[in-house]
């Protein structure tokens, strides 16, 4: 990029790699990160960016690849300003650099019911963007509002509607950055809360691969929700079990491989590159669709460029 930029009071840097950044530990430089000190500060810096130059906001790369020649954008990523977390009565308003288990865990202290965070991975940003859910409990089902910072560097909240919750996703516009959230959830005794949260963990452990270098669910589980991506709307239907019939489990590329523990994990077995984990990813949806017809969608996000030939 040879465009002139704004200076803020947070961090600016350019040809940062974000490898480092992601929990597949793949991938290539962003053109610039900025990380903002504050609120005022991310609106002050997108305010004066030239409208051209492209926004990515990333938080803390839980469910994303990027690929390995990089991405040209301005990455913004949330840091110490933006994961507080305070309880009012049965709402929690939390920062979108919180993590999605803190929240979880800091509410069931105070009394409220947001278990469902508790094995999500990510930060809240991420959480509201993708609608993210577990146990038949999504975000749309507990969301309140949000704040966030346009493109123009303008300040507005979000409200449901707003949003247009949906399975895995919502109407979040193009380099729009979420700043708080606000959820309510119902009452619960902080102890009851807590051994919920610890039964929630120890399953996972059991179940998926949670000691491995991954990204969390690779697919959406096809034709899983309707249109509101609420709990009433679920089917039996897995991804793990379309990759398995497929014969899929286990399969390799590279450094990647489908995670023989769950199916549905990508996982960096060491030394994978972002080609790698993209290209398995790839041909698992090709046998899955040449064994069921069934289209497999990317629950894991891709962004930048391939590297050079």
């Not at 130059?53 to 690929?67: E, K, Q, Y």
């Not at 991975?121 to 609608?131: F, L, S, T």
């Amino acid at each position: 990029m040879t465009q002139r930029f704004p200076t803020p009071r947070g961090r600016l840097t350019a040809d940062r790699s974000l490898a480092d950044l992601t929990w597949l530990r793949v991938g290539g430089p962003a053109a610039w990160l900025f990380q903002p000190a504050d609120v005022e500060d991310l609106c002050g810096f997108l305010r004066e960016l030239d409208p051209a130059v492209t926004v990515f906001p990333m938080g803390v790369g839980s469910n994303l690849i990027v690929r390995d020649g990089g991405l040209n954008a301005v990455v913004i990523r949330m840091g110490r300003g933006f994961n507080a977390i305070t309880v009012e009565g049965n709402r929690v308003t939390a920062g979108a650099a919180a993590l999605d288990a803190h929240v979880a865990k800091r509410a069931a202290e105070a009394g409220v019911d947001l278990t469902f965070l508790r094995t999500i991975p990510g930060a809240v940003g991420g959480a509201v963007r993708m609608n993210a859910g577990c146990y038949g409990t999504y975000v749309a089902d507990h969301f309140i509002e949000a704040q966030a910072v346009t493109r123009a560097g303008e300040v507005v909240t979000l409200r449901p509607d707003d949003l247009n919750f949906r399975y895995r996703q919502t109407d979040l516009a193009e380099g729009c950055v979420i700043t708080q959230a606000t959820f309510e959830g119902a009452s619960g005794d902080p102890d009851e809360l807590a051994a919920r949260m610890d039964a929630q963990l120890k399953k996972r452990d059991e179940t998926q691969p949670t000691k491995d270098r991954t990204a969390g669910s690779t697919f959406r589980n096809p034709a899983g929700f309707s249109s509101t991506g609420r709990a009433d709307d679920a089917h039996d239907l897995k991804a793990w079990k379309v990759i398995d019939d497929a014969g899929m489990r286990g399969a390799t590329l590279g450094g990647a491989q489908m995670s023989p523990m769950h199916s549905n994990f990508l996982v960096n077995t060491g030394g994978a590159t972002a080609a790698d984990l993209e290209g398995l990813g790839e041909e698992v949806r090709k046998k899955v669709f040449q064994h069921s017809g069934i289209e497999l969608v990317w629950e894991i996000m891709r962004v930048g460029k391939p590297a050079p030939e």
